[in-house]
C-alpha cells in the first residue's frame, strides 16, 4: 500500500533476485557516526507463515559505508505499520538520501513455528560446545 505520492513500491532489479529493492520517500542528512530511520511511504500485508527481511545493500556500503544498522531488519507477519529502515553512516563525509533513492532490500522468508520445551540436557554432538572460532581460521 502506498501512503502518498512521493512513495515506491519494491521492486526486483532483476528476474531471479532473491531481494525486492526498498526506496526512500524522503530526503534526509545521515551525519558521519549518526543513524536516521528513513522512511519508505509504504505498508505491505505479508503472507502467513513468513517474514521480511531488511537488509543493507552492498553498493551503499561499499562505496559510502552506508549500512541498515540492525541487520537484518525483521518485518513481523502482523505488522501494519509503515515500513521503516535505520541506515547508519560509518563514513567520513555526510550521506544524502534522495526521495526515490534505493535504501535496502527486503527478502520474503518462511518462518518456523516452534513450541519450546525445557529439557533436562541436551544431546551431543561433533561440534559439541565449540564457538567464536574454534574452528579456526585456515
Known amino acids: ?78 505488522y501494519r505499520g509503515e515500513i521503516g529502515v535505520i541506515l547508519i553512516n560509518h563514513g567520513k563525509l555526510d550521506f544524502i538520501v534522495d526521495k526515490h533513492m534505493r535504501i535496502a532490500q527486503m527478502v520474503i522468508a518462511p518462518v518456523a513455528q516452534v513450541h519450546i520445551q525445557e529439557v533436562e540436557e541436551v544431546t551431543s554432538s561433533e561440534r559439541g560446545e565449540g564457538g567464536f572460532g574454534s574452528s579456526g581460521l585456515k
Open 1 to 78: 500500500m502506498l501512503l502518498h505520492d512521493e512513495a515506491k513500491l519494491p521492486l526486483q532489479a532483476n528476474p531471479g533476485d532473491a531481494g525486492l529493492d526498498l526506496y526512500s520517500a524522503e530526503e534526509k542528512v545521515i551525519k558521519p557516526g549518526e543513524a536516521e530511520l528513513i522512511k519508505t511511504g509504504i505498508k505491505i500485508e505479508l503472507p502467513p507463515g513468513t517474514e521480511a527481511q531488511v537488509r543493507p545493500r552492498s553498493g551503499l556500503a561499499l562505496k559510502h559505508s552506508v549500512t541498515v544498522l540492525n541487520s537484518p531488519g525483521t518485518i513481523d507477519e502482523g
